[in-house]
Nanobody, 122 residues
Framework: QLQASGGGLVQAGGSLRLSCAPSGRTFSSYDMGWFRQAPGKEREFVAAITWSGSSTYYADSVKGRFTISRDNAKNTVYLQMNSLKPEDTAVYYC?????????????????WGQGTLVTVSS
């Protein structure tokens, strides 16, 4: 029900913008999050945004480089990634839930997208 897009291959220091759009459901009243999973590693929290967009949360590893935003009129959530590093290489997933108590906990999210691959070359 969620489709992440915008991944690709980029050189270190470059930028990408990921998008997450649902199909068959409106997520404008849902809290949204981005997670990532690198090969051989567990899925980790990246960023989250409340349904209204009034609050955002970031992992320390991306703070100051990534920005999460949403356009509820377009039913889309974005993740702007700047100053990318090779360690940002991962499959990025968007997730949603009608209520999230702990934004960094993957278990709090009910709906998940299929992911989009981001590869950062050194």
């Amino acid at each position: 029900q969620l489709q992440a897009s915008g991944g690709g291959l980029v050189q270190a220091g470059g930028s990408l913008r990921l998008s997450c759009a649902p199909s068959g459901r409106t997520f404008s009243s849902y809290d949204m999050g981005w997670f990532r999973q690198a090969p051989g590693k567990e899925r980790e929290f990246v960023a989250a945004i409340t349904w209204s967009g009034s609050s955002t949360y970031y992992a320390d590893s991306v703070k100051g480089r990534f920005t999460i935003s949403r356009d509820n009129a377009k039913n889309t959530v974005y993740l702007q990634m700047n100053s990318l590093k090779p360690e940002d290489t991962a499959v990025y997933y968007c997730a949603a839930s009608s209520y999230v108590g702990h934004f960094s906990a993957a278990s709090e999210y009910v709906y998940w997208g299929q992911g989009t691959l981001v590869t950062v070359s050194s």
